[in-house]
């Protein structure tokens, strides 16, 4: 079973609103990632947090992390036309070498 | 840098045959992933090779198989063929193993099983 679960499952907003998807996971990480996926391509990595960290940002991009409630959320400020994509969430479900256990993904569609 | 290829990107197969993905990583990389994702099952990890060991391998059934070159290309084969091994198959690059970082991944396979 996946380790993430993402909320909300699809997300349509206006260009220049802000965008917030969350993540919650099961096991004790080391570290959270965000990916993008536009339609039938490959995954692109936005932004890594590690577990002892609580926020990171990276230009429009906003990461939080609680680890009490294992958790985490991305806050896309702004939006365009352009980030409409898929956002999935991904642990490394602690030390399992190589793996990454992906969330279902949430569906952004930013109209112009 | 190149990034990550895989071929073929498109492939129709019937049941029971077996098909052969390829992937060559980002020149350097040592360490690929490979995942499955499917619109029910989401994605799912297969298995990673570093070093053309196996370091680690997801719950899917024999018939899903890998290796890697000594030139760190991998190959993931799937015999036997089952219409519910229709996906995009995406393999993913990274210059070590144990997710100490970020994962770059190809543009995938889609193989369509008939």
């Known amino acids: 079973s996946q380790q993430g679960e993402e909320d909300p499952q699809a997300l349509s907003i206006q260009e220049g609103e802000n965008a917030t998807m969350n993540c919650s996971y099961k096991t004790s990480i080391n570290n959270l990632q965000w990916y993008r996926q536009n339609s039938g391509r490959g995954l692109v990595h936005l932004i890594l947090i590690r577990s002892n960290e609580r926020e990171k940002h990276s230009g429009r991009l906003r990461v939080t992390l609680d680890t009490s409630k294992k958790s985490s959320s991305l806050l896309i400020t702004a939006s365009r036309a352009a980030d409409t994509a898929s956002y999935f969430c991904a642990t490394d479900a602690g030390n399992q070498g190589g793996k990454l256990i992906f969330g279902q993904g949430t569906e952004l569609s930013v109209k112009p | 840098k190149a990034g990550v290829t895989q071929t073929p990107r498109y492939l129709i197969k019937t049941r029971g045959q077996q098909v052969t993905l390829s992937c060559s990583p980002i020149s350097g990389h040592r360490s690929v992933s490979w995942y499955q994702q499917t619109p029910g099952q989401g994605l799912q990890f297969l298995f990673e090779y570093f070093s053309e060991t196996q370091r680690n391998k997801g719950n899917f059934p024999g018939r899903f198989s890998g290796r890697q070159f000594s030139n760190s290309r991998s190959e993931m084969n799937v015999s036997t063929l089952e219409l519910g091994d229709s996906a995009l198959y995406l393999c993913?690059?990274?210059?070590?193993?144990?997710?100490?970082?970020?994962?770059?991944f190809g543009e995938g396979s889609r193989l369509t099983v008939l």
């Open positions: 993913a690059s990274s210059p070590t193993t144990g997710n100490t970082g970020e994962l770059f």
